[in-house]
T-cell receptor
Framework: QKEVEQNSGPLSVPEGAIASLNCTYS??????FFWYRQYSGKSPELIMS????GDKEDGRFTAQLNKASQYVSLLIRDSQPSDSATYLC????????????FGPGTRLSVLP | DTEVTQTPKHLVMGMTNKKSLKCEQH?????MYWYKQKAKKPPELMFV???????INESVPSRFSPECPNSSLLNLHLHALQPEDSALYLC?????????????FGEGSRLTVL
């Protein structure tokens, strides 16, 4: 069974610090990886997608992918209280299906 | 603002009612999805439509009936639901089936079954 794992948290960081969120996946052939942010009571919002090994930066967010280690991470620089949310890691196990597999999510709390 | 629109945002229904959830996207996407999400859990896939045809049904009970009238619209018909079906129902779309593209969610319909 294809699995995506994340630390459930809560992960607490002070305002202005770097928040580091981690995700591992079981299906070695997975090709597409996504990070979603979900505020309480709201729907998931796509914040990053990454397909190749290495780093991808978008503003304060950096996604890192290491396919050999089956590991994807999200760094949030200069964390703000508004970043407090649950972050879902999602993996598309192959490029021909639509069955995205979601991790359980990590709850991030940024303390003012 | 999301380009996937869901209505209604909130729905309360009894176990004998029939209701429908509606979803519309204007991004030209050809794959549309229904997910169910319970509190503090990740989204759980229910159905996928690719090019308006049902391509994935994750063994969902027949009291949930999906319909895709055209490439922009997706409905979820609800009948004889149980209280445990209370959840946030999320519609999503992606560009091309099998393109490994990004999944975009609507704001969700929060369903309460009494």
């Amino acid at each position: 069974q294809k699995e995506v794992e994340q630390n459930s948290g809560p992960l607490s960081v002070p305002e202005g610090a770097i928040a580091s969120l981690n995700c591992t996946y079981s299906d070695r052939v997975s090709q597409s990886f996504f990070w979603y942010r979900q505020y309480s009571g709201k729907s998931p919002e796509l914040i990053m997608s990454i397909y190749s090994n290495g780093d991808k930066e978008d503003g304060r967010f950096t996604a890192q992918l290491n396919k050999a280690s089956q590991y994807v991470s999200l760094l949030i620089r200069d964390s703000q209280p508004s970043d407090s949310a649950t972050y879902l890691c999602a993996v598309n196990p192959d490029n021909y299906g639509q069955n995205f597999v979601f991790g359980p999510g990590t709850r991030l709390s940024v303390l003012p | 603002d999301t380009e996937v629109t869901q209505t209604p945002k909130h729905l309360v229904m009894g176990m004998t009612n029939k209701k429908s959830l509606k979803c519309e996207q204007h991004m030209g996407h050809r794959a549309m999805y229904w997910y169910k999400q319970k509190a503090k859990k990740p989204p759980e896939l229910m159905f996928v439509y690719s090019y308006e045809k049902l391509s994935i049904n994750e063994s969902v009970p027949s009291r949930f009936s999906p319909e895709c009238p055209n490439s922009s619209l997706l409905n979820l018909h609800l009948h004889a639901l149980q209280p445990e079906d209370s959840a946030l129902y999320l519609c999503a779309s992606s560009q091309e089936p099998g393109s490994a593209g990004e999944l975009f969610f609507g704001e969700g319909s929060r369903l309460t079954v009494l």
